[in-house]
């Protein structure tokens, strides 16, 4: 157990934590953050285009702009500054806002891969509008197929 008494003339009390119980809820824990985490997505749920030559994007990068195709919309399609809801018309002043602190003039366009082309070609000028020359297109990694 966790003590041992002797019960001669000279008592001698030895007293020791049980980490049995501890190391079972650590472990339980460990397990639930495992699996828990990759099911964390950041940012706006996105059908990403796929592309086969792609390059690594930042960690966390500073403003991303996310392009969601929505039946329910007059537009066909929703904005998001940084998981901020914005409308066309106040998309320039937005991405202005979110530039205003950051030192890297670097955007990042998540479009899902529904969308019509010239919506993207009309957003791109916004973006061009607020300053912004660099844009970089996040999508997703082309598998191979083995038929």
Do not use: H
Not at 42 to 50: E, F, I, M, S
Not at 132 to 138: A, Q
């Amino acid at each position: 157990m966790g003590f041992s008494v002797s019960t001669g003339g000279n008592e001698n009390v030895r007293s020791e934590p049980n980490v049995v119980p501890l190391c079972d809820v650590l472990l339980v824990l460990l397990i639930i953050f495992m699996i828990v985490t990759p099911l964390i997505q950041k940012g706006v749920d996105v059908r990403l285009p796929n592309a086969q030559f792609t390059s690594n994007m930042p960690e966390n990068p500073d403003v991303v702009l996310a392009i969601k195709k929505d039946a329910r919309d007059p537009k066909g399609f929703l904005l998001y500054v940084n998981q901020d809801k914005v409308t066309m018309e106040t998309l320039q002043n937005a991405l202005e806002e979110a530039f205003l602190t950051v030192a890297d003039k670097k955007l990042y366009l998540k479009a899902d891969q529904e969308l019509e082309y010239g919506n993207i070609v009309d957003l791109i000028d916004i973006i061009r509008g607020a300053g912004i020359e660099m844009v970089g297109i996040i999508t997703e990694k082309k598998t191979e197929r083995s038929d």
